[in-house]
């Protein structure tokens, strides 16, 4: 009887385990239909003034985002999730009011004062431009994957970017992307 429950527990952990591959590759197939794209700053040109009047934090945004389609109007949609004095989260969504729901959502943008608590994983040391020291962590899949991360600090604040089932390479981009925007700012 233990043979046949432990055989059960196998068979669902492979089906689970398949499952997950079908749906991460479900997801990379959709968004590699996009190509890869420029500058994305008109997604985050709304959202700037608002961050700038209401933290303290220095903004960092990125102005690349992978699988972004190459047309007129932006497919990511970012939203203002939280800000304060001390802080800001921004969602990126593939649709406008996705509100970070598992289907639509692609990613977020975060600064703060205070070191930023990811997402399970364990954090791989990359370097950033500017010879700023980052960490990465994976994402993980289940019955759907999860965001992949970016973090680093810039002077006494904390930033991260992730992006759904994201790749290293990719939200190295992404990040390098940001902290060469605030260098210009400065």
């Not at 933290?55 to 949609?77: F, G, K, R």
């Amino acid at each position: 009887m233990k043979f046949v429950i432990a055989l059960s527990v196998v068979v669902t952990s492979l089906v689970s385990f398949e499952s997950a591959v079908e749906i991460r590759a479900q997801s990379r197939q959709e968004l590699s239909k996009a190509k890869e794209a420029g500058p994305t700053i008109s997604t985050f040109d709304k959202l700037r003034p608002v961050l700038l009047a209401k933290t303290h934090v220095p903004v960092e945004l990125p102005t690349y985002l992978p699988y972004v389609a190459q047309n007129d109007s932006p497919s990511i949609y970012a939203t203002i999730d939280s800000v304060d004095s001390g802080a800001y989260t921004i969602e990126l969504g593939l649709g406008e009011g996705c509100g970070g729901a598992g289907a639509c959502h692609y990613g977020t943008v975060r600064g703060s004062t205070r070191p930023l608590v990811e997402n399970h994983g364990s954090k791989k040391a990359v370097m950033l431009d500017a010879g700023i020291r980052g960490y990465f962590i994976n994402f993980t899949c289940g019955a759907s994957c999860d965001d992949a991360a970016i973090g680093w600090a810039d002077g006494h604040c904390h930033y991260s970017v992730s992006i759904k089932a994201g790749d290293k390479a990719a939200l190295i981009k992404v990040a390098n992307s940001a902290v060469a925007a605030a260098r210009k700012k400065e």
